[in-house]
Nanobody, 122 residues
Framework: VQLQASGGGLVQTGGSLRLSCAAS????????KAWFRQAPGKEREFVAV????????DYADSVKGRFTISRDNAKNTVYLQMNSLKPEDTAVYYC????????????????WGQGTLVTVSS
């Protein structure tokens, strides 16, 4: 089982990036999917979550109105569209999946991607 995150890079303040996380080894269509991030010297934090059928979507207050999470179960992939990026969005972004109830805590998640670095310059 592997989750491969991609799409990170260097962008200026106000710019946009689209992260992707493709799963292989098994199908995660019945799993909830989430993005977390960890900035240098800080703890990992929740960014966004989407339930298995897309019925519930939620975001951290810091990214509401700027980020959009979506999923394509046919492609076994979850996306994070990030607009109006700010320097404080600089972090390694991780995708994660879990079954059962939706959760906001990283420790609840079963599988994790390797992370993709997003750097927003001022």
């Amino acid at each position: 089982v592997q989750l491969q995150a991609s799409g990170g890079g260097l962008v200026q303040t106000g710019g946009s990036l689209r992260l992707s996380c493709a799963a292989s080894g098994r199908t995660f269509s019945s799993y909830h999917k989430a993005w977390f991030r960890q900035a240098p010297g800080k703890e990992r934090e929740f960014v966004a979550v989407i339930t298995w059928n897309g019925g519930i979507i939620d975001y951290a207050d810091s990214v509401k109105g700027r980020f959009t999470i979506s999923r394509d179960n046919a492609k076994n992939t979850v996306y994070l569209q990030m607009n109006s990026l700010k320097p404080e969005d600089t972090a390694v972004y991780y995708c994660a999946v879990k079954r059962g109830y939706m959760a906001y805590a990283g420790r609840e998640y079963d599988y994790w991607g390797q992370g993709t670095l997003v750097t927003v310059s001022s």
